[in-house]
């Protein structure tokens, strides 16, 4: 019998990666929880905080959850060391744990993995209250962030996100390494400044930064031009498009009210022609029989807009249709061209700055279209502070172990 229970803790050594000075005195199951006390070997030596070999000053009593062992849930108790060093008495730290978080560190593992597929999932699946869940999170990714190195990175994007009513958040994402970067509340040059100052605190280097993306927010534009001077700041063209084709359908409602346009017709003028079906077509046929609407003067300049960038490589010869572009257009008479119009105007040099290496703002797109995703997931973020510490754990490409081997 004796053989048997030498066999079985040898078992539950292997499995928990126990190994001398520590050893398994006991396990014992109770109800629906399995209980394993570990202690060491008296006289056992553990190195202090200046590489010392000392013995214990004392021992306090700590337990920690882990791993489920098949249903039961399975917990390790140990009277840990406490030693002396230099700067006075400390706990030493267990094999099978880090810090003070009451879990394993393979019982942290499952969590953070089981996380990946959302807080609410590894709240179930291991019983634990979500607070706990995130708390969890957050010191493994304060840990990994602690390591980034951000002293290689070359093209960087900024983007804000809405994320509760009028609250923003603004994003700092790495190109090439497809991934964020920083995170701040806000969106004012104050928010852009810190964001950019906890970056430079991690290695960023502004004088290596040679291209910027980012929409057309004065905040970005400012703080690009003064943070990082070498960089080419391209607004990005989809962001362009985006308010072509919100101007178009502005005029567009203008003119329904007018009389001059029948109503259901929106999806016809801001879908590319390429792409409209048979009977699309047919209805833009009918509607470019109308030259006099304001919208189809800007339907035509639409189009337009999209072939320079479609069909231009160099910045001379798109400088020359752009200008020409901003001339028709502000010969409609629309206050939502004229808008227009004075926008890109007063950021033509960054929209032209496109077609000196054609970098767009996509991967922030991504990220936003990401990060709503953790927001829906969530059912909202009461809490800001647990809504960064996901998007840098989903979206951070951090160095987080989620494997389960020793």
Not at 128 to 148: C, G, H, M, P
Not at 383 to 389: E, F, V, Y
Request: proline fraction near 1%.
């Amino acid at each position: 019998m004796q053989n048997i229970d030498n066999e079985k803790i040898k078992i539950f050594e292997l499995a928990l990666g126990i190994t001398e000075p520590w050893y398994i005195t006991e396990t014992k199951f109770d109800g629906n929880e399995l209980h394993i006390n570990v202690a060491f070997k008296r006289g056992s030596k553990f190195k202090n905080k200046e590489g010392n070999l000392v013995t214990a000053y004392d021992t306090v009593e700590r337990t920690w959850r882990h791993l489920n062992f098949f249903q039961y849930r399975a917990y390790i108790h140990a009277r840990v060391p406490r030693i002396k060093s230099e700067k006075g008495i400390n706990n030493l730290e267990v094999p099978w744990a880090r810090g003070y978080t009451g879990f394993t560190i393979l019982f942290e593992k499952l969590v953070l993995a089981l996380a990946k597929r959302g807080v609410s999932i590894a709240s179930k699946m291991t019983g634990l209250d979500s607070r706990t869940v995130f708390r969890i999170i957050k010191n493994e990714v304060l840990i990994a962030r602690d390591k980034v190195d951000l002293s290689t990175v070359e093209i960087i994007g900024m983007d804000e996100k809405a994320y509760s009513g009028r609250e923003f958040i603004t994003i700092l994402a790495d190109h090439n390494g497809g991934r964020v970067i920083g995170v701040i509340v806000g969106k004012n040059t104050k928010a852009v400044n810190k964001l950019i100052k906890e970056a430079k605190d991690k290695g960023l280097k502004p004088k290596n930064i040679t291209t910027a993306t980012s929409d057309f927010a004065t905040t970005f534009r400012n703080c690009i031009a003064k943070k990082f001077k070498k960089a080419i700041h391209i607004a990005d063209r989809f962001h362009a498009v985006g308010l072509v084709n919100k101007t178009m359908n502005l005029i567009r409602n203008d003119d329904v009210k007018s009389g001059e346009m029948n109503k259901g017709l929106k999806y016809v003028l801001l879908k590319n022609e390429e792409n409209l079906t048979d009977n699309q077509r047919i209805k833009l046929a009918k509607i470019k029989e109308n030259e006099c609407a304001k919208t189809v003067l800007f339907y035509k300049q639409k189009e337009l807009f999209n072939s320079i960038y479609n069909n231009y490589d160099d910045i001379e010869s798109a400088t020359i249709i752009f200008e020409d572009w901003l001339k028709n257009v502000s010969e409609i008479d629309s206050k939502h061209s004229r808008k227009l119009v004075k926008t890109f105007t007063k950021n033509k040099d960054i929209i032209l700055n496109y077609f000196k290496n054609k970098k767009t703002n996509a991967l922030l797109e991504s990220i936003n279209s990401r990060i709503q995703a953790i927001i829906t997931r969530g059912r909202g973020y009461r809490n800001i502070d647990n809504l960064i510490t996901m998007i840098f754990f989903e979206l951070g490409d951090l160095d987080i172990d989620t494997s389960f081997a020793f």
